[in-house]
């Protein structure tokens, strides 16, 4: 009796844990595809959303199985249009005080990407890291809202999002060193000035 | 059961006829409307057409083949400052005119740039001007003593492609579909998010007939994936979804067309929801039948054929490759799963053909429910011999000639194939190479 009992007992944790392990793989790959990016070449929007929406659907899968109390929302931080307006809005399960999520390891990447200065302050917010440098400030007189983009910003294609409770252990390395900050500040003052009056939207919008 | 394929009985008879091997990947194929010239368009933004020719003595029991008629570069890599990205030169679709003179006309896409390409042909030049020579310089006016009436002679054939119109900024995303409409004077051009209406003659200005993009970015869930133009009625069209949706629009009930006149999808089977379900049902090609009355989309797994009058579900559905439902994890990882695979119906829509992996392309007879797999492949088939139908093991035990599905060579893709509007004949690219297939006429 006792042993059928626990042949049971192990049999549905068995179930449980194979189930949440294809999760985590298909929760890993995701945030791996979000992060993968090539210099200079825009991101397929379609393969963007689909890559998002699965992940909703396993966060959604988790929550709902108690697994993750992390409310991960990538599309509120990073599925914006007008950086501006958003700048100091951190995503909701970000504020949580949960672990600090993954930053985005993507300073070599985006030395060439349109919005380096939404894109570092956006990802800043939602790791919670240097929350309390005023980049928002810095960055105050850089006016994108000329333009729009046509492509998710590259601090979600570089993989800005916080990341489940469950993979916190890969979290450290990936923390951004003050240097690549730096890094990334001095090209932001070279796109400034590449970002000139004469350069016209032809988009018939 | 086993496929009677009988040369002389059998629809799907084909024999290997033309391979023609480019430099770059094959990035669309294309028939005009005669079926008399054949455009493909490559990863380089090169656009080479094919002609058919007349049949000639040396085969007799074939129809003509198919030669090169004319090459043109069509686009050029660009470079988007506002963005700091490169725009590639990649045609993604290329679509005919109908001919209404002895030049040919056909519009060819990538990314952000539509351009409408004239095709004309010159065979005879003007000889005899009485000012210049034959070569061009200037003839001493002194020495001219006489008039002449220059006349028209014969040359070797010249086809000259130039561009007519470039229909620019207009999408800010990227192009996945133009269609021609059945006015010949319209054609709309799809993005992710937005669909817009030309007319052929105006490139400044460009109607949006759909926008899908939410105000709040962060809410988007959906994109465009394909749209095509009614064959006969040229104020409907339709537009296909990630979701696996297809919404059919009537132009003539709003400008905006962003509420649909009819709604397409099938309920989604709850015993085979995974991860994956989402991406697999995103919908990678529609097309209508020439007949106007059905339409066909093309998803990750099968192939589907809509009634226009049944908006709840397909009246057929088509397993392209059902073995890699399981395998959804590994080409999930690889990327695969993304895969943008298009469809094609013949000219009867008596039978459809897509395209697999391992160089493998699929053809289904809707009359006879009968299916068949072919390879294009140059090592597996001795010219002029019919194409034995291939086989993939899903079981244990794998039988001689069939091939395991671990097997598979997932980086040998046809995308893109296309079926002559009136014979059977078919081009298939398969990456660099395009075949050229035709069954045998007795």
Redo the contacts between chains.
């Keep these: 009796m006792l042993g059928r009992g626990v042949k049971r007992k192990w049999s549905c944790l068995e179930e449980a844990e194979v189930v949440s392990e294809a999760r985590q793989l298909v929760l890993g790959l995701c945030l791996e595809k979000l992060q993968r990016y090539q210099a200079g070449v825009e991101l397929s929007l379609r393969r963007s959303v689909l890559l998002i929406n699965t992940l909703r659907q396993i966060q959604e899968e988790m929550r709902s199985d108690g697994v993750g109390s992390c409310d991960v929302h990538p599309d509120s931080c990073l599925l914006r249009d007008d950086f501006r307006e958003d700048v100091t809005v951190t995503c909701p399960g970000c504020s949580e005080g949960e672990s600090p999520p993954e930053l985005p390891s993507q300073e070599a990447n985006g030395s060439d990407q349109q919005k380096p200065p939404a894109a570092v302050s956006d990802a800043v917010n939602a790791m919670g890291y240097l929350g309390d440098l005023a980049l928002d400030d810095i960055f105050e007189d850089i006016d994108t809202s000329m333009y729009e983009t046509s492509d998710l910003p590259s601090a979600w294609a570089s993989g800005s999002l916080p990341q489940s409770h469950s993979t916190a252990g890969s979290l450290q390395s990936c923390l951004m060193d003050l240097n690549e900050l730096d890094h990334i500040m001095e090209i932001l003052v070279v796109e400034t000035h590449l970002v000139g009056p004469g350069l016209q939207n032809g988009f018939s919008l | 059961a086993s496929i009677n394929c009988r040369v002389t009985s059998c629809l799907f008879s084909f024999i290997q006829d033309w391979v023609y091997v480019w430099s770059d990947i094959i990035s669309t194929v294309e028939f005009n409307y005669s079926g008399e010239l054949l455009a493909t368009g490559d990863k380089g933004g090169r656009v080479v057409i094919f002609q058919h020719e007349q049949e000639s003595k040396n085969r007799p029991h074939l129809r003509g083949e198919y030669n090169v008629y004319s090459t043109f570069q069509s686009h050029e890599p660009e470079f988007d400052?506002?963005?700091?990205?490169?725009i590639e030169e990649k045609i993604n679709k290329i679509r005919w005119l109908p001919q209404q003179n002895a030049a040919h006309f056909l519009l060819s896409t990538n990314?952000k740039t539509i351009k409408l390409w004239k095709i004309s042909e010159r065979d005879k030049r003007a000889e005899g001007y009485n000012l210049k020579d034959e070569d061009g310089r200037l003839r001493d006016p002194f020495r001219i003593t006489s008039l002449r009436v220059p006349v028209l002679m014969p040359m070797d054939l010249m086809v000259e492609a130039s561009p007519r119109r470039i229909f620019?900024?207009?999408?800010?995303?990227?192009i996945n579909s133009i269609s021609v409409n059945s006015d010949h004077e319209t054609y709309l051009s799809a993005d992710?998010?937005r669909i817009n209406l030309w007319h052929l003659e105006i490139t400044d200005?460009?109607f949006?007939i759909v926008d899908i993009k939410p105000a709040?970015?962060?809410?988007?869930?959906?994109?465009i994936?394909a749209a095509e133009c009614h064959p006969h009625q040229c104020n409907v069209f339709v537009y296909s979804s990630?979701k696996g949706t297809i919404r059919l629009c009537d132009m003539r009930a709003a400008a905006l067309c962003d509420r649909h006149s009819k709604f397409f999808e099938e309920p989604e089977d709850p015993s085979s929801r995974s991860?994956?379900s989402?991406?697999i049902s995103?919908i990678s090609d529609v097309k209508f039948s020439h007949s106007g009355r059905y339409m066909m989309t093309r998803d990750y797994l099968s192939v589907k054929v809509w009634d226009l009058n049944m908006e709840n579900r397909p009246v057929e559905t088509y397993q392209v490759h059902e073995y890699l439902r399981s395998k959804l994890?590994s080409l999930?990882?690889n990327?695969c799963i993304?895969d943008k695979f298009e469809c094609c119906w013949n000219g009867s829509d008596s039978a459809i053909m897509t395209g697999s992996y391992n160089n493998f392309f699929r053809m289904f007879d809707r009359n006879t429910r009968r299916d068949i797999t072919l390879e294009a492949s140059r090592e597996s088939s001795k010219p002029r011999a019919t194409l034995k139908p291939r086989k993939v093991s899903t079981g244990g035990k794998r039988k001689k000639d069939e091939i395991s599905v671990d097997s598979l060579d997932f980086n040998k893709k046809i995308l893109h194939t296309a079926w002559h509007p009136k014979d059977n004949v078919i081009a298939v690219a398969a990456t660099n190479n395009l075949y050229i297939f035709q069954d045998k006429i007795n």
């Design positions: 400052y506002l963005k700091s990205l490169e990314d620019a900024n207009a999408h800010t995303y990227h992710d998010l200005r460009s949006n709040n970015m962060e809410e988007l869930t959906e994109v994936t990630s991860f994956f989402e991406i995103s994890c999930y990882e990327d993304f």
